[in-house]
C-alpha cells in the first residue's frame, strides 16, 4: 500500500517563506511524476508545481519565481519551498503521485498567509 505523507504547513506573515514535505512510502523513481497541488475555499483544486521522473519541473504562472519544486530520491521526498508568499497563496496543499496506472493523494496540509 502505497501512502503519501505532507508533513509542514502552518501560519506564515505575507512575505513570509515555507518549506512543505511530500514523503512516499515507496521509491519515487516508481513514479511518473510527483506534484503540488492547492485548494482554496470555495475553489477547485488547481496545479501549483510538477516534477517528472525524467527531472523536468513545471510551475503555474502565478507562482513562478516564488515556488521551487524539488526532490530528494534518497529519503523519497518531494519538497516544495515557498517564498514571498501572499495572502493569496491560502489553501490546503496536497501532494500527488502517479504513474500509467494508478494516481495517488495525499491528505493535505493547510497553509495560511496571513498577518
Known amino acids: 500500500q502505497v501512502r503519501i505523507v505532507e508533513p509542514g504547513g502552518g501560519l506564515v506573515q505575507p512575505g513570509g517563506s515555507l518549506r512543505l514535505s511530500c514523503v512516499a512510502s515507496?521509491?519515487?523513481?516508481?513514479?511518473?511524476?510527483m506534484g503540488w497541488y492547492r485548494q482554496a475555499p470555495g475553489q477547485q483544486r488547481d496545479l501549483v508545481a510538477t516534477?517528472?521522473?525524467?527531472?523536468?519541473?513545471n510551475y503555474v504562472d502565478s507562482v513562478k519565481g516564488r515556488i521551487t519544486i524539488s526532490r530528494d530520491n534518497a529519503k523519497n521526498t518531494v519538497y516544495l519551498q515557498m517564498n514571498s508568499l501572499k495572502p493569496e497563496d491560502t489553501a490546503v496543499y496536497y501532494c500527488?503521485?502517479?504513474?500509467?496506472?494508478?494516481?495517488?493523494w495525499g491528505q493535505g496540509t493547510q497553509v495560511t498567509v496571513s498577518s
Open positions: 500527488n503521485a502517479y504513474n500509467s496506472v494508478v494516481e495517488y
Open positions: 516534477f517528472t521522473s525524467g527531472g523536468n519541473t
Open positions: 515507496v521509491s519515487i523513481f516508481r513514479f511518473a511524476a
